[in-house]
């Protein structure tokens, strides 16, 4: 007979994976885990078991090696370095490792991607997604102490004019069809999103701008 504890924690599982919850078979890459961690961190914060298959069956973690290799994710591999609280689980005669990670509220953190290339990470469903540079610069503009002040010309109303046809965005779209160079279109898209003209959302295909 099993305890309460141990019944609401099978329970979790038969739940799945979702935007707050992440099941890892095993540990065979510590940046591979700081990527979990950094998206929990940037996004609502979650709750990653290790040991446990995608379909939410127990396998147990192997050794005591992917325990330290958990801790190196957080700490080594995730800027700046995570705080998470765990439990190691024995169910089933087998040992699964549960990792609570809070929602990071000053910073993005940022974990290598496969190319050791330093990325934030936010989750959406049950995948975790890397960000692109305009959602970077957005979050430091929305953190700076001072107001956010933009000089309205024709590239701005050009831009914005795009969305009298389309509701719905892409980067590709503006830069096909915005007849303005790249770093300027940047700029533009950082700024309107900033004052909460454009709303920026993640889709599983990736990012989508729609006016407000």
């Not at 707050?20 to 510590?30: C, E, G, L, M, T």
């Not at 190319?115 to 430091?140: C, G, M, T």
Request: hydrophobic content about 35%.
């Amino acid at each position: 007979m099993i305890s309460p504890e141990e019944y609401n924690f099978l329970k979790r599982l038969r739940q799945g994976e979702g935007l707050q919850q992440d099941f890892k078979y095993a540990v065979n890459d510590s940046r591979k885990i700081a990527r979990s961690l950094s998206a929990f961190a940037n996004t609502e914060g979650g709750t990653l078991f290790i040991g446990v298959k995608d379909d939410g069956s127990i396998k147990g973690i192997r050794s005591e090696e992917e325990i330290y290799m958990v801790e190196a994710a957080a700490t080594m591999y995730c800027r700046p370095e995570l705080d998470f609280t765990s439990i190691l689980w024995k169910i089933e005669g087998r040992e699964v490792l549960e990792l609570t990670i809070k929602k990071h509220p000053k910073e993005l953190v940022f974990a290598p991607d496969e190319n050791d290339r330093w990325k934030a990470y936010l989750r959406f469903e049950d995948s975790n997604h890397p960000v692109n540079d305009i959602y970077v610069q957005v979050q430091k503009r929305k953190k700076q102490d001072k107001g956010i002040q933009i000089k309205m010309d024709d590239h701005y109303r050009t831009f914005l004019q795009m969305f009298d046809q389309r509701k719905t965005l892409t980067w590709k779209d503006m830069v096909k069809n915005s007849g303005i160079y790249r770093q300027k279109l940047k700029k533009i898209l950082v700024d309107v999103i900033s004052v909460d003209l454009v709303e920026m959302k993640l889709t599983r295909d990736g990012f989508v701008y729609r006016a407000r």
